[in-house]
């Protein structure tokens, strides 16, 4: 991020009081009026020098992050998490970067952490203009790959939890290929938003190549010592799938959003957002085979709710409508899949 002069006292002042002089029904002025008032209260608090540090570099990294993919909003996209030690003539380089070309090909942009190895093969099989790269800053390792150098969708951090929210938060889809302590890092993160419901549902693909045992001894470890323990539930296994292919991989994706577009709480309401009408009685086997799901009533298939109206684009989809548990998102992604196999 270039460093950028402040405004003056006066400038400051006037633009606190346009905010002040804002709309009282004005949500996006309401929630300015809130970070303001918080930044106040810093003052207050008599936080030690480095805390205030942190809160203003973070500030900042999020600020210039959610500029950056603004204008990119209407495009899907999928972020890639692999090892910056993979050499170009590895397979795996390889399966990274047809898979990104191939996704592409498809409407989406990538996302990586910008730096050599799997992240450079991602972003020169997908080419710099549908490329983001969101690096970090450290002593070694994570320079900018020549791909993505220089370009504006480039963004470094210096927290890496600022660049994770970036990661997730703008991934339509997520592809895990073999890496070291930060792959599993990010991948772990990834699947324990998801188990938690703390992320919307997106399809996870762990991708290796023919006869690469990575990811498959990675799912024995899973198998063998997280659910044999009872430390996750069986249906978490259904919040990723293995794929050897890039092919495999994209048709996972494609397919995670062939009936499912999106969801949303309202109130203690979830809509699910779908692509397509389905039919009264394919309502009815979703009653029958998934009513764990409902902490009361019944699934509804019906238009938008009054509540989702504030977002005009998605008001003619159909919803399917259902009180949540919020007990198990692996349940809710086998609904989703469910959905997704409707003829």
Known sequence: MRPKVLPSKEEMLSQLQTLLDGREDDLRMALMREIVANVLKLHDAQLDLLDLKIITRAMKELRHAFAVFRDYRNRPKVSVFGSARTP??????????????????????????????????AQEGAGREHSFGVNIMLPFEQGANSTIADDPKLITFKYFFTRKLMFQKEANAIALFPGGFGTHDEGFEVLTLAQTGKSDPKPIVCLQTPGCNYW????????????????VNHEDLSLFRIAESEDEAVNEIQTFYRTYHSLRFVGR????????????????????????????????????????LDEPALSDLPRLVFTFNRRSAGRLRQLIDHLNKLP
Do not use: C, K
């Open 216 to 231: 498959h001894r990675w799912h024995d470890f899973i198998q063998d010592d997280l659910l044999g323990r009872g430390l």
């Open 88 to 121: 170009a003539d590895d397979p795996l380089y390889q399966l990274a970067s047809r898979f990104a070309q191939r996704i592409v090909a498809h409407g989406y942009m990538v996302i990586t952490g910008g730096a050599d190895g799997i992240m450079r093969a």
């Open 269 to 308: 309401q979830l809509a699910m957002r779908l692509q397509r009408p389905i039919s009264n009685d394919q309502v009815a086997a979703i009653q029958e085979q998934f009513a764990d799901l409902l902490s009361e009533g019944l699934f509804l298939q019906r238009g938008a709710l009054p509540e989702e």
